[in-house]
């Protein structure tokens, strides 16, 4: 005897139009959020090597700064006068940085303030802010020191305006 195999005419046989759709969907959905997520990823990264560049510029400027001699700092054509420009525009690796130099001078409490402190010009105060012009997501970067004399307060006779 032979057995003969029929086959139901209604059987489905692969996937219908529906499933197919409904499966791309799917796998679309699932890729754009992993490609999202690397591209966010990268972003943060880049950010972070930019934040990094920036403190690394702006510690560069302090250490140029800590090496100079007391008189030389300041801003040019500024109070207090020093051979440093208020303004520059420097690029480390692909990022364009304005760098804003601000140059004061503190006195100190611990020797009497003005009027009384005759020498009210006691050290100064170097502010380094960096802006980056290229970058998104980036944060201003602001480096405060100070720069002392050798010999911080002497004798004279010079006496201040009042």
Not at 9 to 20: P, Y
Not at 31 to 58: C, G, H, M, T
Request: charged share 20%; hydrophobic share 40%; glycine share 4%.
């Amino acid at each position: 005897m032979k057995k003969i195999l029929k086959f139901k005419k209604n059987r489905q046989r692969g996937f219908t139009f529906v499933e197919t759709l409904v499966a791309v969907a799917v796998s679309v959905v699932v890729l754009w959020s992993v490609y999202s997520a690397l591209q966010s990823l990268f972003n943060i990264v880049q950010a972070s090597r930019a934040k990094i560049d920036a403190v690394d510029l702006a510690n560069e400027q302090l250490e140029i700064i800590r090496n100079m001699p007391y008189s030389e700092v300041g801003i040019v054509n500024g109070i207090p006068s020093g051979v440093l420009s208020h303004t520059q525009n420097l690029t480390r690796d692909g990022f364009n940085f304005s760098v804003t130099t601000f140059v004061r001078y503190v006195d100190d409490p611990f020797d009497g303030t003005f009027p009384t402190d005759t020498s009210p010009n006691d050290y100064k105060s170097v502010e380094v802010d960096l802006a980056c012009n290229n970058c998104e997501r980036f944060t201003p970067v602001k480096i405060t020191t100070t720069v002392a004399p050798a010999a911080l307060e002497t004798a004279t006779q010079n006496g201040a305006l009042f």
